[in-house]
């Protein structure tokens, strides 16, 4: 292999969402540096089973109500 080319690797420390730590070899920052996560597998819903309901009829609503009057002729 060609030297120079390739990244750093490295140990880091991984945070879950609920704290739980654990430390894993990346290319991610430096040596020694955090990653902090937003979404893992014990809280993602594709994971978990547990769905968020998402209101979407305020978003139908005002979508029909701004195009109400496209579509429709009239001679």
């Known amino acids: 292999m060609r030297s120079g080319i390739h990244p750093d ?10 704290g739980t730590e654990y430390k894993t070899r990346s290319c991610y920052g ?3 540096a955090t990653l902090r996560l937003d ?9 978990t089973g547990v769905q968020r309901m998402m209101d979407t009829g305020g978003q139908v609503a005002k979508f029909n109500k701004r195009f109400a009057g496209i579509g429709t002729r009239t001679k």
Request: glycine share 4%.
């Open 39 to 47: 979404v893992d597998p014990k809280s993602h819903p594709a994971w």
């Open 9 to 18: 690797y490295h140990e880091i420390t991984v945070i879950m969402t609920d």
């Open 30 to 32: 430096e040596p020694g």
